[in-house]
């Protein structure tokens, strides 16, 4: 979200602010140019009716899909604090490597639905938040389902060995891959956004949710039945492998 909030006080600073022209919105708008930051306070007084913001938001759409990438960040922008307040409350409780999971989910369903959304219909602003919300909801149930099955895993595993050397012993005894162990590895001990590391594996994110959700179930079963040790004094299961 500061990333998305710099890239804006990028474009609204400066000799050529991203503007626009107050005599295509109408609703009582300034008839001159209008940057998107004075834009953003406009929208923000008691006095901006819904006309205004339906208006508003579906000439900055339009200018999101025919005029290139500093207006989909101008989108961005402008829906910042609904954005932000959407995200306080779908990532409360959360540990953060799932915050940034959320988030980042929540501002691409945002972007993807400026291509599609019905500009006729009114109240486009709720409709973009409200398709934002349900992939931020679809991460975070995803992500906490996740958490709960490394919940079952018995507690000696944190306290008697190291983390990894448990992974390792379970790539040793095939109950999960070395693509897992790294998987598992990267997003939970080293705290890696899983969205991230699924784009630089050029892979969906939602395969790698279930690919890991999958290995650590199998993980978990494996510490209970005692096929993988989670002794510091050594493999204790290499027979069982």
Known sequence: MSVADRAFTLLVTGPSPLSVDGRSI?????????????LKELLLTPQASDEL???VWAH????????GPAWVIGCVGMAMP????????TTQNCPAHVIDDIVSEMVTYFVAQLRRIDLDRPNILPRLLLWAR????GVRARE??????CAETPEPVALDTEPFMVLAEAVRCHVITPDEAKLINATRLEGQALRAYAGRLGVPADRLYKRRRAAEARLARAIEEGQVSVSCDGPASNLAC
């Open 26 to 38: 109408g609703h009582g708008t300034p008839q001159r140019p209008i940057d998107l930051g004075e």
């Open 53 to 55: 913001k339906d208006a």
């Open 60 to 67: 900055l759409v339009r200018r999101s899909r025919s005029d």
């Open 82 to 89: 609904g954005l932000k307040n959407l995200a306080a409350r």
């Open 134 to 137: 349900k992939g931020a909801l």
């Open 144 to 149: 906490l389902a996740s958490i709960e099955i």
